[in-house]
């Protein structure tokens, strides 16, 4: 376990798949309340 935590921050390609990890799950959260909103909105 101490050596997959050690890949994922220390070497370049770890970093790039955290943050692509994080950044999907940030989409993900910012579009389900976008799409809330927009279901809450009246129809003009």
Do not use: H, Q
Request: proline share 5%; glycine share 4%; net charge positive.
């Amino acid at each position: 376990m101490n050596a997959i935590l050690d890949l994922l921050f220390r070497s370049p390609i770890g970093l790039l798949s955290l943050f692509t990890i994080l950044f999907i799950i940030g989409m993900a959260i910012a579009l389900m309340v976008w799409y809330k909103r927009k279901m809450n909105t009246p129809e003009e």
